[in-house]
């Protein structure tokens, strides 16, 4: 259950909109940060309290890529392989943190701590390569700063 | 180097704090706008020749007229911030270095309209900028700059801050607005357009974020010397975003019109290595491909672009040495855009997948030299037969890559197999 805060803030999100429906996207951003992804009982639960279809609710859940439906790792690597990362060895970021992670893209390694992914443009062209892990973005990458981010990641 | 005056992205530090900003003139703009007509404001920024920095290149001014003065409804304007289109990376530095240039453009901008309520969509991906403009927005709405009845008189409007949650299109106007409202991110077919029906039914305004930054400075210098900056007809300066084989990558605030060889060498260092230039996207992942040995003369206003089949886009400059492998990075624009086509619309959500399936065999090396006109065929086949631009797009890189290098994917295609294969067989088979 959503708690009786997060319960607030969407009502008070509510109040920005014309309509309840566009409420959806705060409200799953709201649940996900609480559950840490969107199951179908979160979307059963979304939908009731906006009043949505459940049709409606997995339809968005499922057309946004940042939102979750099934669990991730504690740490989800975003690795941005698109043009100018690309140009800059994006294909060499992957390779290195597969193997130090031991996860393949779209996979999560055993102990469930990493979640390797490979994603479209993160808007950091000029620090390329880059990739983002959770919230927090790590631009020009080399295999020495990959080495001393995830030695940080316990 | 001679550095024009930047407006922009000035050398101020902190000033994305309210008082730092208001100390170097800051709000002077808005407070000068609430003096006048909201048609006054309009008639300035049409003066000033601002066209939009998403990508299109849409006249402001112009696009603001649309909404209608008269109207029981109440009106929207949308400020985009989804920036993800390959290549660019401006209107964080903005979120990042100047918010209340944006906030105060959006403020003029609603009462030049008579916005009731502004939407600021930022991409979901963006968290440290969004958290960066949140409190930019608080503190402008404790100054008592946004809210009801602002800095005293008659006019009042909201800034909402809507964060999306990964999803290319969402930046297409329509997209966007779809999104805001709690849907898919399905672009609209238009007409009918935002400034009659838009968000909730209702006239709406969609406006990039580097854009609306412009619109302070032309309020307090006027329309006409803002029109005097640059290339006239794209007015103004620009964040060129410099990416990929340079030395010296990164944002750089510089008048419109400026020489693609200046920025590549004088301000974004040249080449590493000193090497060739093999291939320039002048303007983000969708506007056409040049080859290096066009680059020569050519300025980054409209004009000059379309002189060799391309345009300003975003500014966002992708730089390719002579040892790029144009197969791969095709390849991987060409599932850039697979993978964000929303799939409404047939052409483009099977030809994209077509497009990106055919680079990829000529990638691994198993092409045939039929699968070059074929990629092509198909290509032309998504152009203009799509709901909004992204097929477009997408459909632009193939077809440019093609006119300005097809060597190079000829060269990696295998032989026909018709050389041990009889004509007739092979025809046979392809059936």
């Given at each position: 259950?959503?708690?009786?805060?997060?319960?607030?803030?969407?009502?008070?999100?509510?109040?920005?909109?014309?309509?309840?429906?566009?409420?959806?996207?705060?409200?799953?951003?709201?649940?996900?940060?609480?559950?840490?992804?969107?199951?179908?009982?979160?979307?059963?639960?979304?939908?009731?309290?906006?009043?949505?279809?459940?049709?409606?609710?997995?339809?968005?859940?499922?057309?946004?890529?940042?939102?979750?439906?099934?669990?991730?790792?504690?740490?989800?690597?975003?690795?941005?392989?698109?043009?100018?990362?690309?140009?800059?060895?994006?294909?060499?970021?992957?390779?290195?943190?597969?193997?130090?992670?031991?996860?393949?893209?779209?996979?999560?390694?055993?102990?469930?701590?990493?979640?390797?992914?490979?994603?479209?443009?993160?808007?950091?062209?000029?620090?390329?390569?880059?990739?983002?892990?959770?919230?927090?973005?790590?631009?020009?990458?080399?295999?020495?700063?990959?080495?001393?981010?995830?030695?940080?990641?316990? | 180097?001679?550095?024009?005056?930047?407006?922009?992205?000035?050398?101020?530090?902190?000033?994305?704090?309210?008082?730092?900003?208001?100390?170097?003139?800051?709000?002077?703009?808005?407070?000068?706008?609430?003096?006048?007509?909201?048609?006054?404001?309009?008639?300035?920024?049409?003066?000033?020749?601002?066209?939009?920095?998403?990508?299109?290149?849409?006249?402001?001014?112009?696009?603001?007229?649309?909404?209608?003065?008269?109207?029981?409804?109440?009106?929207?304007?949308?400020?985009?911030?989804?920036?993800?289109?390959?290549?660019?990376?401006?209107?964080?530095?903005?979120?990042?270095?100047?918010?209340?240039?944006?906030?105060?453009?959006?403020?003029?901008?609603?009462?030049?309209?008579?916005?009731?309520?502004?939407?600021?969509?930022?991409?979901?991906?963006?968290?440290?900028?969004?958290?960066?403009?949140?409190?930019?927005?608080?503190?402008?709405?404790?100054?008592?700059?946004?809210?009801?009845?602002?800095?005293?008189?008659?006019?009042s409007t909201e800034i909402y801050l809507h964060k999306g949650a990964g999803a290319y299109i969402c930046g297409e106007e329509s997209a966007l607005m779809?999104?805001?409202?709690?849907?898919?991110?399905?672009?609209?077919?238009?007409?009918?357009?935002?400034?009659?029906?838009?968000?909730?039914?209702?006239?709406?305004?969609?406006?990039?974020?580097?854009?609306?930054?412009?619109?302070?400075?032309?309020?307090?210098?006027?329309?006409?010397?803002?029109?005097?900056?640059?290339?006239?007809?794209?007015?103004?300066?620009?964040?060129?975003?410099?990416?990929?084989?340079?030395?010296?990558?990164?944002?750089?605030?510089?008048?419109?019109?400026?020489?693609?060889?200046?920025?590549?060498?004088?301000?974004?260092?040249?080449?590493?290595?000193?090497?060739?230039?093999?291939?320039?996207?002048?303007?983000?992942?969708?506007?056409?491909?040049?080859?290096?040995?066009?680059?020569?003369?050519?300025?980054?206003?409209?004009?000059?672009?379309?002189?060799?089949?391309?345009?300003?886009?975003?500014?966002?400059?992708?730089?390719?040495?002579?040892?790029?492998?144009?197969?791969?990075?095709?390849?991987?624009?060409?599932?850039?855009?697979?993978?964000?086509?929303?799939?409404?619309?047939?052409?483009?959500?099977?030809?994209?997948?077509?497009?990106?399936?055919?680079?990829?065999?000529?990638?691994?090396?198993?092409?045939?030299?039929?699968?070059?006109?074929?990629l092509v065929e198909v290509a032309n086949n998504i152009e203009g037969n799509t709901i909004c631009a992204l097929g477009d797009a997408a459909a632009w890189?193939?077809?440019?890559?093609?006119?300005c290098f097809r060597d190079e994917f000829d060269n990696r295609v295998k032989p026909s197999a018709s050389v041990s294969v009889p004509v007739a067989a092979?025809?046979?088979?392809?059936?």
């Amino acid at each position: 259950m959503l708690t009786e805060q997060n319960l607030k803030k969407i009502e008070e999100i509510k109040k920005r909109y014309p309509t309840a429906k566009a409420a959806l996207l705060p409200t799953l951003w709201i649940a996900q940060e609480q559950y840490g992804w969107i199951s179908q009982e979160t979307m059963k639960e979304v939908a009731s309290l906006l009043i949505l279809p459940y049709g409606h609710v997995l339809g968005v859940v499922s057309f946004y890529s940042m939102f979750y439906d099934k669990p991730i790792g504690k740490y989800h690597l975003q690795v941005c392989t698109n043009v100018s990362c690309q140009l800059l060895g994006s294909e060499k970021i992957v390779d290195y943190l597969s193997k130090k992670c031991g996860t393949k893209i779209g996979e999560t390694s055993v102990d469930a701590k990493y979640t390797l992914s490979e994603v479209e443009c993160l808007g950091s062209c000029g620090t390329a390569p880059m990739m983002q892990i959770n919230d927090e973005y790590y631009e020009n990458l080399t295999k020495e700063k990959i080495d001393h981010i995830l030695l940080r990641s316990k | 180097m001679d550095e024009s005056p930047k407006y922009l992205l000035p050398d101020i530090p902190n000033l994305h704090h309210l008082d730092v900003y208001e100390r170097h003139g800051g709000y002077a703009a808005f407070r000068k706008a609430l003096a006048m007509r909201p048609e006054e404001i309009i008639d300035e920024v049409k003066r000033s020749g601002l066209r939009g920095r998403g990508g299109a290149c849409f006249p402001t001014g112009l696009k603001w007229s649309f909404m209608p003065k008269e109207t029981p409804k109440t009106k929207y304007l949308c400020i985009n911030g989804d920036e993800g289109e390959p290549g660019t990376f401006k209107d964080r530095q903005i979120l990042q270095y100047n918010p209340h240039a944006l906030i105060e453009g959006t403020l003029i901008a609603a009462y030049a309209m008579g916005v009731a309520v502004c939407y600021t969509y930022i991409r979901g991906e963006y968290t440290r900028w969004i958290k960066l403009f949140q409190k930019a927005l608080d503190d402008a709405y404790a100054k008592g700059y946004v809210g009801r009845n602002i800095l005293g008189t008659s006019f009042s409007t909201e800034i909402y801050l809507h964060k999306g949650a990964g999803a290319y299109i969402c930046g297409e106007e329509s997209a966007l607005m779809n999104s805001i409202e709690g849907d898919r991110g399905y672009p609209r077919v238009k007409p009918p357009f935002p400034a009659q029906l838009g968000l909730w039914g209702c006239p709406t305004t969609i406006n990039n974020v580097e854009t609306i930054a412009n619109v302070p400075i032309i309020l307090l210098n006027g329309g006409d010397s803002y029109s005097k900056v640059g290339a006239p007809k794209l007015p103004g300066n620009i964040l060129y975003g410099l990416s990929g084989h340079v030395n010296r990558p990164g944002v750089y605030e510089l008048p419109t019109g400026i020489l693609l060889t200046d920025l590549i060498h004088r301000y974004a260092g040249g080449v590493p290595g000193n090497k060739k230039i093999k291939a320039v996207i002048p303007g983000g992942s969708s506007t056409p491909v040049i080859r290096g040995d066009q680059v020569e003369g050519l300025r980054m206003e409209p004009e000059s672009l379309k002189s060799v089949g391309s345009a300003v886009g975003t500014a966002g400059v992708i730089v390719m040495d002579e040892d790029t492998d144009l197969v791969k990075v095709l390849l991987r624009l060409t599932k850039f855009y697979y993978h964000e086509s929303c799939g409404q619309c047939t052409p483009c959500r099977e030809g994209t997948g077509w497009m990106w399936r055919i680079l990829k065999r000529i990638n691994d090396g198993d092409g045939k030299p039929s699968d070059i006109d074929m990629l092509v065929e198909v290509a032309n086949n998504i152009e203009g037969n799509t709901i909004c631009a992204l097929g477009d797009a997408a459909a632009w890189p193939v077809q440019s890559f093609m006119k300005c290098f097809r060597d190079e994917f000829d060269n990696r295609v295998k032989p026909s197999a018709s050389v041990s294969v009889p004509v007739a067989a092979e025809a046979f088979a392809e059936h």
